[in-house]
Structures are given as C-alpha cells and as structure tokens.
C-alpha cells in the first residue's frame, strides 16, 4: 500500500524513519529498506500505522501459525516472567520439562530428546555439531534450493543465493540436486540416486544428509511421495544421518505436524523453531533419537547458549502446542488446506502467468512465468538476493493494495496463512491475488 506522503518526502512516518536510521533492514540493501509501522494484530489480520488492516496470508514469516491474538500464550509467559525471568542452564522451569517431553510426544516416532536454542538457525547449527559429533565425521550433504539459516554453520549449508556472500564458509559442505519438477532437469527421483552416487564416491566421511522435507523459502517443493523414504535409505546405506529441518513446515503448517509426517519418515535429527511458539517468542530445537542422544551420556555435548531454553520462551512453545492440540490445529489446517488448493489452482486455470502451484496443507506456492512453454522466470535467480522491483514484487504490491499481505521469493507467492484461517478469509486474499496476477499476466513475453 502507497504510503501516505511524509513532510521528509521519504513515504515514512516518524517512527518508520527512526527506525530506518537506526535499525538495519535484514538480506538488504539497506537504501532499498522501507520499514511499515504495524500498530494492531489480531486473528489473521494486522493494521499498520497509517490505519490500512491487511490480511496476514503469510503469517509474516512463515511462523505466526496461531495468528495473533493467542492471548493463551502470552499470559503463559507473563506468568513465567514474574515467577523467574531467567534461571542458567542447570537449573530448570516447570515449563521446559513439559515442553520437552510435549515435543518427545509430537514428533515422530522415536525422537526423544531435545537440545534448546532462539533461532532456526540455531536448531540447524546444532544439528550439524550433533551429527558431526555422533557420527565423528565432517561432511554435510545439503540441497541447492535450501534455506538453513544465517549463522556461518547454516549458512555454509544453506544452497540458495544468500550463501553466496558468505562463502567459502565452513569446510565440508557439499550441494546436492533438489526434487524440482518444474525447474529442474533431473527427475525428482533421479536426483535422489544422484545423491546416492555423491555419497558412494565420497567414501566413508558423510555426517549426515540435512534437507527441508518440503523446500519452503525456496519455492514450496513437494516430492514425489517415495522421495524422502528413499532418501534415508541412502543415507542409512552409507552410515549417514538424516536431518530433516523443519523450522518452516513445522508444527501443522502442511495438515501435518510436520513435513516429514506427510511422508511417514522419521529423521535421525530434527530441527524446530517458527511454529514451535507461533512466534510469541523466539526459541529453537534440535530433537534426536535416543540413540543419539545416548552418546552424550559418555561423549560431552560441547553446545550451548545463555538463552537455551529460556524460561519465557519455553513458556511460550508449550502454551503453543497445547493450542495446537486442544483447537485441533493440525486436522483444521489439512481441512481448511484442501479448499486453499482448490482456490490456488482456480487461480492457475485464469492466469497465464502462474506457471506452477504447489503445495501441502497450508503451504502453498504459486510460482510465476513469463513463458509457460519455456518456463522462464520473471527476473534473475542466481545472482539476486534481494532483488528490488521486480514483476513478483509487483504482484505483492498488488494484493497488498487490495489488502492482502503476501510474501514471495524467487519468482514465487508463498502462502502460509495462519493456520485458524476460515474459508472466507482465504476468499478475500485469493481475490487479491488474482488482482496482482493481473501485473504479470501483463508482463509475459508475447
Ligand atoms: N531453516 C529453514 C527451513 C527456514 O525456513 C529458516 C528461516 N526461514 C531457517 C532454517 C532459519 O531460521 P531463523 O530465521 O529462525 O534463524
């Protein structure tokens, strides 16, 4: 939405500006950051300082699953906060206790035993140090069209363009091919044999295979449903570990309680965060089998934070998982997800621009063309991090005209509503999607 027009002439109000000065804008050209004052949120909605109310179709980053207005969740850490704002980690909270052993109870099968950080990224980087450790091997086999996190252990395993700045990163890192039907050359199952072959001619030195069961900030790549199956037999085939990183498909987003249940896979390690707390606080984790966990009973885990399980935040992840259990979150969200797919691919059939909707659930992409036959995206992949202006940008804009907040990234919308979303709800914002589509329907090479 157009900002209303400062005495600065910069669009900005006071506080936006200030902000601006003073706080760096994240993955940014920083002259290129814009901040929006929200001043409310409440269910799936939030209003911004100059009065606009939008819907939240993205769940800001991917992680407000409960919308917002759990009130649940922050009396719980109001509670936790006046009890005992902090204790070190050798002392304990009711509330970690509970939520560890919720989440020993919500993962699959026998994950069991859970390490605490603040971040997706923090959840990845221990997951790497555990897998390494455990293993007492180096290598990290991860996928080209991956988003792991920031830190240099995640990012160093991250493969989308945001590594790029950052390499050569850790040493032992390798990059494999993704399941990408409608982008890639290889065949979704190919590119798993294709793994298999890396793994062969790497020798015995693999830790571990770490992948996102279904690819989020990357486009929404689901594979064929016998990929991930065969995936951790690979990895199993040649002493590996498979780690599955959940941190965006977590927690009901897919109809699921995770990605990887969608595929009936149990990952030797798996990480959390986002949905974990619907965003009420940051707060990461790293679950593993007891297997794992067993060889630090005798080998020292050598990790840790200050805030590793934060009382607050742990607070705030077992409120969440009790809503998302008692409101039947994750049954809603397939539910509710089924009409979301119908509404996307309405929209596929009416515009010649959307060369492909993916997705599970509530996470859904629609990725955007500007020759279907060819397949060519709308503006540069390799090269662009943040990529300013470009038609996908423009479609954003579009539907945040007509009210609807809608992320995107490379060349895709990604959907990801809050997951108490209703049908009519989902209505409104398809319908300002399909004005946005208009720009790039505009757009396509005739
Ligand atoms: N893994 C995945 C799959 C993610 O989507 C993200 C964040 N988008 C991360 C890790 C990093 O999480 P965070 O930004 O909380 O550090």
């Not at 679950?287 to 607050?312: K, Q, R, S, W």
């Amino acid at each position: 939405m157009a900002k209303q027009e400062s005495a600065a002439g910069d669009g900005l109000n006071d506080i936006e500006r200030v902000d601006k000065e003073h706080v760096f804008g994240t993955w940014s050209y920083q002259k290129e950051v814009s901040p929006t004052q929200v001043v409310d949120a409440d269910g799936v909605r939030f209003t911004t300082a100059d009065g606009e109310e939008y819907i939240d179709f993205s769940s800001q980053l991917m992680c407000s699953n409960l919308g917002h207005s759990a009130d649940r969740i922050a009396d719980a850490v109001d509670e936790q906060m006046r009890e005992a704002a902090y204790v070190s980690p050798g002392y304990t909270t009711e509330n970690r206790a509970k939520l560890g052993e919720k989440l020993a109870e919500v993962t699959p099968g026998e994950l069991s035993k859970t390490f605490l950080s603040t971040s997706g990224t923090e959840a990845v980087e221990a997951a790497i140090k555990i897998a390494r450790f455990y293993t007492g091997k180096q290598k990290i086999i991860s996928r080209y069209r991956s988003y792991h996190g920031a830190t240099y252990g995640s990012i160093s395993v991250t493969g989308d363009p945001r590594r790029l700045e950052s390499e050569p990163g850790i040493p032992g890192t390798i990059k494999a091919p993704d399941p990408y039907a409608y982008g890639s050359t290889l065949d979704p199952m190919e590119s798993v044999e294709y793994i298999d072959e890396m793994l062969e001619l790497e020798g015995d030195t693999v830790a571990a295979i770490l992948v996102e069961p279904i690819v989020g900030s990357n486009g929404i790549l689901v594979p064929p449903e016998e990929y991930l199956p065969r995936l951790k037999e690979v990895a199993h085939d040649h002493g590996a570990l498979l780690i599955c990183d959940e941190v965006m498909a977590g927690f009901g987003r897919t109809g699921e309680w995770f990605g990887c249940d969608v595929f009936d896979v149990e990952p030797d390690i798996m990480t959390m965060a986002k949905g974990l707390t619907g965003a009420y606080q940051p707060l990461g984790a790293t679950i593993v089998t007891p297997e794992i966990a067993d060889h630090f009973e005798e080998n020292m885990l050598c990790h840790g934070h200050t805030y590793a399980g934060h009382p607050a935040a742990v607070a705030a992840g077992r409120a969440a998982i009790d809503i998302y259990q008692e409101e039947n979150l994750i049954e809603r969200a397939s539910e509710v997800g089924d009409y979301l797919g119908e509404r996307i691919d309405e929209l596929a059939d009416r515009h010649p621009s959307v060369g492909d909707t993916r997705g599970v659930g509530l996470f859904r992409g629609i990725e955007l063309t500007k020759h279907p036959e060819k397949r060519v995206p709308f503006g540069e992949r390799a090269d662009k991090i943040s990529p300013g202006s470009t038609v996908v940008d423009e479609v954003s804009a579009t539907a945040a005209d007509q009210g609807t907040y809608v992320a995107n990234m490379i060349n895709t919308l990604i959907i990801a509503p809050p997951l108490p979303i209703t049908e009519d709800e989902i209505d409104e914002a398809v319908d300002a999607i399909d004005a946005g589509l208009e720009v790039s329907d505009d757009a396509m090479e005739h």
